[in-house]
C-alpha cells in the first residue's frame, strides 16, 4: 500500500469488506504515524483502491458499537498484535479459545453496519461491501 497526501474524512471512494479492514486495523497504527511524520492521509492498495486514514480511524473508533469480546479482539489481536493465546489470556478465556474469529464476527458487524447505513461517518455507507 501507498500513501497520499490531501484525503479529508468522508471523500473516499472504495468499499470495504472485511479482509480490507482486517488489514486496515492491523496497519493503522503505521498509518497514524505516517500522517503525523509527513501528513500522509490516503492510503492506496496494490489494486488502486483508496482509502482515507480519517476513514479507518473512525471504523477503528466504531469497534465501541460491538461487543465487549468483539471490541477487545479488534483492539488486543489487531491492533496492539497481541498473540492470540495471550490476548485469550487478557480476555479471561481458555487459552485454546480461537480469538480471531472474534475479531473477523466485529469485523464483519462493522462492515454490515456500514451496508445499512448505520456509522454516518463512514464516506460510503450506502455502498460498502460485506
Known amino acids: 500500500m501507498s500513501l497520499s497526501y490531501g ?9 470495504v469488506d472485511v479482509a480490507t479492514l ?3 486495523i492491523r496497519n493503522l497504527q503505521y498509518f497514524r504515524s505516517l500522517r503525523e511524520t509527513a501528513n500522509l492521509t490516503e492510503i492506496t492498495s496494490p489494486s488502486g483502491e483508496k482509502y482515507s486514514i480519517f476513514d479507518i480511524e473512525y471504523l477503528y473508533e466504531c469497534r465501541n458499537r460491538l461487543s465487549t ?5 479488534i483492539e488486543l489481536f489487531l491492533y496492539h498484535n497481541i498473540r492470540e493465546r495471550d490476548v485469550a489470556r487478557m480476555m479471561q478465556v481458555a487459552e485454546t479459545n480461537p480469538i480471531a474469529i472474534y475479531a473477523t464476527q466485529g469485523l464483519a458487524r462493522l462492515c454490515e453496519m456500514i451496508g445499512k447505513g448505520e ?7 450506502e455502498s460498502a461491501g460485506v
Not at 7 to 15: C, E, I, N, Q, S
Not at 119 to 125: M, R, T, V
Open 22 to 24: 482486517r488489514e486496515l
Open 7 to 15: 484525503a479529508k474524512r468522508g471523500d473516499g471512494r472504495t468499499r
Open 119 to 125: 456509522l454516518p461517518g463512514y464516506h460510503n455507507s
Open 69 to 73: 469480546r468483539q471490541r477487545q479482539a
